[in-house]
């Protein structure tokens, strides 16, 4: 026996502050809908970006897709955009960077002396650290932060 396609209407609603129209869409034309949506905002956070003199290293567009009726649909887009904005730096930000240098070196200081007395498992481990530590000398500091810290390898210098 043959089933009728189902076809429902789903309404969207925008972020606060965020441009665009919040039409609804049938769930069969919401995955283009939403994609476009999202793509307007990337698109404007690039123009917004490149108007301040910074660079998107990275970003993406997700989109949650769940069954509706008998279609696939776009029910929520998110874009996702990380941005460098290079010799942007004030004082207040070179400060801390100082900070965050002199704490890395710090710690790159612990690690090796830790080394003489690891076993070699710890050592490979530790000189992975050593590695990522001395790599991080050369970061921004926004990337230093966004690296490093969910590693647990450094706290918070402006704290």
């Known amino acids: 026996m043959l089933e009728s396609v189902s076809n ?7 972020d606060p502050g965020e441009l665009g ?6 769930a069969g034309r919401s995955i283009l809908r939403v994609l476009t949506q999202e793509i307007s905002n990337w698109l404007y956070f690039k123009r917004k ?4 003199g910074g660079v998107i290293i990275q970003g993406g567009i997700s989109l949650d897709l769940r069954k509706r009726g008998s279609f696939l649909a776009a029910v929520a887009g998110r874009t996702t955009v990380w941005v460098y904005y290079p010799g942007g730096k004030t004082q207040a930000n070179s400060a801390t960077e100082q900070q965050y240098k002199q704490q890395i070196q710090e710690k790159i200081r612990e690690l090796e002396s830790q080394l003489n007395f690891a076993t070699p498992e710890e050592k490979e ?3 992975q650290q050593i590695q990522l530590l001395r790599m991080a000398m050369n ?5 230093v932060q966004m690296l490093l810290e969910p590693l647990g390898l450094l706290f918070n210098a402006t704290a």
């Open 125 to 127: 481990k530790l000189e």
């Open 49 to 52: 970006v490149e108007r301040e």
């Open 139 to 143: 970061l921004p500091l926004q990337l």
């Open 21 to 26: 129209l919040w039409n609804s869409a049938s």
């Open 8 to 14: 429902p209407t789903l309404g969207y609603r925008l």
